[in-house]
């Protein structure tokens, strides 16, 4: 036997340890690294198919320690502890379930875990790129809540069920796609903004509570949903409408203002309070036995009437004026506080009631709460504090908890305020008020229990509860019962005084006809009072299906015509009927449209229905917008239509309409009609008037329209109109009529004009400085009258955004009164910024204009042969001869006189003026060239253009209109150009521009 030395012994110890560990990494293994502190105690939940195989931890430290775990134990037998020996711990087995929660764990990798089906590393450090589970592709339940992660791909796990990442504040979005299996996805506390629609087949509870969602899609990717948290996002819509099997919904606390559940029938919880809900539509839901709506914007009616199963109603901090508790046998818990509740009655209760908070209801007198404390039945449970809350109700101080009949000692009502007892709550006169519409009968509870109920015609306890039976005639709709003036709309009330008057309301019911081609694809568009239940249609088969429509934003429904009448019932805001013919999404192509009853409806549009033809206008005596251009119609009354703003009838065959009625109309639109004459003189707040292609040759009332802004009368038989009381008008287009003058003097906010194809030849403009568009073509104006046009045209103002290349049309290609523009001088009107369509050569005049640009450094001025002097802005007839005399200033010389942008050789001879001419006086100091032009200074040196003044903008072109040069916001400007010539733009701060001949040598 070879005796080993103390040396060798350590060594064959060392080298079976790794070679130990090396056997252990050919195993399926899992790495954790951890921050846990040495020495700390560390506990595991490992578990593998069978007790038979050993479970091998190295705790850090290259030691093994091992045992065996039942895979059926838990709690403590299915624990494996330990003592963190160094930072990185290796399980060693083949595992099916790992927990490994608050930990510290900041890296975890799994290798050759086939078998491993949960996984749970809660509360731990784990980051996306720290997190390795390839190794464990059979997956099923893995938990990651509370770590470090980020955005991650899970898409290689197809066997996930259960999958939970909340409270991972970087999460913004997860890759779940082709997970088949997966049941349930926890989002929650996370950053998600976006999720994603992609088919999860088998998705049951999906939680994406608390996070920043404006919206999600959910389609039909989800079929078998039947959980969803979505509360504390800012979503302002959901659509569920695919969702049937939904159970469980939280929504609240989000920006919604519809909530459409109609389609989710097996609805057990619905929670979405803190929205902006203005109504809510529960009828569907019948399974519902917990429902909390409290916090909306107001909702005003909630019908629970076919909750048979609720148990649990909040609907605090609403404008809810009734509750029907006639089928809420099984309520538990009420909170109605902050509503606007008159009474309560609980009757129908089956002795399950725990819980009722009706603090804060205003109408809620004494004598209703007592009627309430008097149907009140046994306290179910036991009570240590106020469970029967009224506090903040004007009767509770004087309520009588005595009326609670239905006590017992155990399990007493214990009422936050208890009143004294000094209501009056006696029988007292009413007067009721019939109808020839309908009828009604009324009962009151005569008991102190309230469960019976007899007829009633002159006398009524006051706070006790009424009921109404009621039969309204064919045709008619109950729609409430007045209380002194006040509508209640159900057929249940109170009276809080003596001598109260009783009536009921019967009205025709609200609905809309259309009358459309059987076959016909629809896609109308509603919005609906606030408060509103929503639209029933029936569709042209007689079936009458409900919609739930939105009260803020437009519903569209797309629907096949199942017949030729399509009948809308229920109250209408917004109705969009528009088709658009071959060059829209939708044709609607209706045929007609009868209102009735639609009190509620503001605007109604019916753009391009050219089968309509009639139109009735009484049914909506509070219309405000009305679109029904291009429908065909011939007569059109709007005389009741008091409150109409807008109204556009153009492409119509109306040969009159009167709008004298129409006070507060702001936008009159009737072009493409037959229409002669036209009154306005009622129409004071017109702002936008357009009445072109008409037969109109006078309009009256234009002198009281001082609001006017846009004014198209084109293509009429107007010889004259007097536009001088219209001050704000912006845009004005008389185009194709029969005008001889035109006086704008007054018009100075005028930014576009359109009088073309008339007969005027003379306008002064120079008042309007803000004119950035004028057409004017068509005139039969002569070279000199275009050119005195020309002449009194302001300086050319910008228009932002405007596309045309051209901001002067004086002519266009075919006309039989064309202006003689080809000969008109247009460059008066281009050294004002104006670009003329078409540019004349000046020889049609036997008069021109002289322009005398401002000499800063000497002065420039021009003498007729008898002497006298030719001012700037004269016009001086053509081959007159003109003495030029230019005197430059103390340290400047004269260096040129220029004529149109040449120089004049010989200041001696004198200047024969053969068309308009701007002179111009050139100095020089030094070897700087300088040309002062009023207060944009430029100046020409070696081939350079210097601009020596703070510009918005300066541009530099050559004849042919290319760009030369753009710059702006600068104090000075050197530009660099070849010999020749050029026009130079200079837009100061205040937007006006300055445009300029200039000739570089």
Same mark, same amino acid.
Not at 747 to 768: A, G, M
């Given at each position: ?14 080298? =079976?340890?790794? &070679? ?101 590393? %809660?509360? +731990? ?85 608390? +996070? ?19 509360? %504390? ?101 009420? !909170? ?24 804060? !209801? ?16 046994? *306290? ?27 006590? #017992? ?25 019939? #109808?020839?519409? $309908? ?14 109920? /007899? ?8 706070? /006790? ?26 057929? /249940? ?7 109260? @008057? ?20 629809? #896609? ?102 009305? !679109? ?26 109306? /040969? ?17 009609? *037959? ?36 004014? !198209? ?36 906010? &005028?930014?576009?004009? *359109? ?6 030849? *003379? ?16 005139? $039969? ?58 540019? $004349? ?23 007729? #042969? ?19 005399? =230019?005197? =430059? ?18 200041? @001696? ?7 308009? @001419? ?84």
């Amino acid at each position: 036997m070879v005796k080993l030395t103390k040396l060798q012994w350590l060594v064959c110890f060392l080298l =079976a340890s790794i &070679l130990g560990v090396q056997a252990q990494t050919d195993k399926p293994v899992v790495t954790i690294r951890t921050q846990l502190e040495f020495g700390s105690a560390i506990t595991l939940y490992p578990k593998t198919e069978s007790y038979d195989i050993p479970i091998s931890i190295d705790f850090g430290d290259g030691q093994l320690e091992t045992k065996n775990i039942d895979p059926n134990a838990s709690g403590y037998f299915s624990k494996f502890e330990g003592t963190v020996k160094g930072e990185v711990i290796k399980i060693y087995a083949p595992l099916t379930k790992l927990e490994a929660d608050e930990l510290k764990i900041t890296s975890i990798k799994l290798l050759q875990q086939d078998k491993l089906k949960y996984l749970s590393l %809660k509360k +731990n450090l784990i980051t996306k790129d720290q997190l390795d589970l390839v190794g464990a592709p059979s997956l099923e339940t893995l938990d990651l809540s509370y770590n470090k992660m980020s955005s991650f791909d899970f898409r290689p796990f197809t066997a996930l069920k259960v999958l939970n990442i909340s409270h991972n504040e970087s999460v913004g979005n997860i890759l779940v796609e082709g997970l088949e299996k997966i049941e349930t996805i926890d989002l929650s506390y996370c950053d998600v903004s976006v999720f994603y629609p992609v088919r999860l087949p088998n998705l049951r509870s999906l939680d994406l509570n608390h +996070n920043t969602l404006m919206e999600l899609e959910l389609g039909d990717n989800y079929p078998m949903l039947s959980s969803l948290n979505v509360s %504390k996002n800012e979503l302002t819509t959901l659509n569920l409408s695919k969702c049937t099997e939904l159970a469980q919904l939280n929504c609240d606390s989000n920006a919604m203002a519809t909530l459409d559940v109609s389609a989710n029938v097996k609805l057990v919880r619905l929670n979405c309070a803190v929205n902006k809900l203005k109504s809510l539509n529960v009828s569907h839901n019948t399974e519902l036995t917990g429902l909390s709506c409290g916090f909306n914007d107001g909702i005003s009616a909630l019908d629970i009437s076919s909750l048979g199963k609720l148990s649990d109603l909040s609907c605090e901090s609403n404008k809810i004026d009734f509750l029907d508790l006639s089928n809420a046998t099984y309520l538990k818990r009420l !909170n109605a506080s902050g509503n606007e509740l008159a009474f309560l009655d609980f009757d129908a209760n089956g002795g399950s009631l725990q819980f009722v908070d009706v603090r804060d !209801n205003k109408n809620m007198t004494a004598c209703s709460i007592n009627f309430m404390f008097m149907t009140l039945p046994v *306290h179910n449970g036991r009570a240590w504090s106020a469970n029967l809350l009224i506090k903040g109700c004007p009767g509770a101080e004087q309520s009588d908890p005595s009326k609670i009949e239905m006590q #017992s000692e155990d399990t007493p009502w214990i009422l936050d305020v208890r009143g004294d007892q000094s209501a009056t709550c006696d029988q007292v006169p009413i007067k009721i008020i019939e #109808s020839k519409n $309908g009828t009604m009968s009324l009962t009151q509870s005569t008991n102190k229990y309230g469960q019976e109920y /007899r007829p009633i015609t002159d006398k009524a306890y006051i706070g /006790r509860l009424i009921k109404a039976e009621i039969k309204a005639n064919e045709g008619y709709e109950f729609a409430g019962i007045k209380v002194n003036d006040k509508l209640f709309r159900h057929n /249940r009330f109170v009276i809080s005084e003596a001598n109260s @008057t009783i009536e009921p309301v019967f009205l025709l019911p609200s609905i809309l006809t259309l009358k459309a081609k059987k076959g016909h694809d629809l #896609s109308i568009a509603f919005t609906v009072p606030e408060g509103s239940d929503g639209l029933t249609i029936d569709w042209g088969d007689g079936v009458r299906m409900p919609y739930n429509i939105s009260s803020t934003s437009l519903t569209r429904l797309d629907h096949k015509a199942l017949g030729e009448t399509i009948k809308i019932e229920g109250e209408i805001k917004h109705a969009m009927l528009d088709s658009y013919p071959q060059v829209g999404d939708f044709d609607n192509d209706l045929q007609g449209i009868e209102i009735q009853s639609q009190s509620k409806l503001e605007i109604l549009e019916l753009f391009m229905n050219p089968g309509i033809k009639k139109l009735d206008l009484r049914g909506c005596p509070n219309l405000q917008e009305l !679109n029904c251009e291009f429908c065909g119609i011939e007569t059109l009354d709007v005389s009741n239509l008091v409150e109409l703003k807008t109204l556009r009838c153009s492409g119509n065959e109306l /040969r009159s309409l009167d709008v004298k009625n129409l006070v507060n109309l702001e936008d009159l639109g009737i072009k493409k009609n *037959h229409i002669s004459e036209m009154d306005l003189t009622a129409n004071t707040k017109l702002k936008k008037l357009e009445v072109h292609t008409n037969q109109l040759s006078d309009i009256k009332g234009l002198d009281k329209l001082t609001e006017l802004e846009m004014f !198209n009368a084109s293509f009429n038989n107007l010889s004259n109109i007097d536009v001088s009381k219209n001050g704000k008008l912006t845009a004005l287009y008389l185009s194709g009529n029969q005008l001889e003058k035109l006086d704008l003097t007054n018009n100075t906010s &005028l930014v576009s004009l *359109h009088f073309d194809r008339n007969k005027i030849k *003379h306008l002064d403009l120079s008042k309007n400085i803000n004119l950035g568009a004028i057409h004017c073509e068509s005139n $039969g104006m002569t070279a000199c009258e275009l050119n005195d046009f020309y002449f009194t045209l302001p300086q050319h103002k910008a228009i932002p955004d405007y596309q045309q290349n051209f901001t002067l049309f004086v002519k266009e290609a075919e006309s039989d009164s064309h202006n003689q523009a080809e000969k008109a001088a247009s460059l008066i009107a281009s050294l004002k910024g104006w670009k003329v369509n078409y540019e $004349g050569d000046g020889t049609g005049c036997n008069e021109a204009y002289i322009q005398i640009l401002p000499a800063e450094n000497g002065a420039l001025s021009l003498l007729k #042969s008898d002497g006298g002097e030719v001012k700037s802005g004269d016009k001086v007839k053509v081959d007159t001869p003109l003495t030029i005399k =230019a005197v =430059a200033n103390e340290g400047f010389h004269v260096k040129h006189v220029r004529a149109n942008g040449k120089n004049i050789e010989d200041l @001696t001879i004198p200047y024969v003026l053969k068309g308009f @001419t701007v002179f111009q006086l050139i100095t020089q100091q030094g070897t700087a060239v300088w040309v002062p032009v009023e207060e944009n200074i430029f100046g020409i040196s070696n081939h350079t253009i210097l601009v020596n003044c703070k510009a918005q903008a300066v541009s530099l072109y050559d004849l042919m209109g290319n760009t030369i040069y753009k710059g702006g916001k600068e104090d000075s400007y050197r530009i660099e150009v070849e010999p020749g010539a050029y026009i130079l733009q200079i837009t100061n701060n205040q937007n006006n521009m300055r445009a300029y001949k200039v000739i570089v040598e």
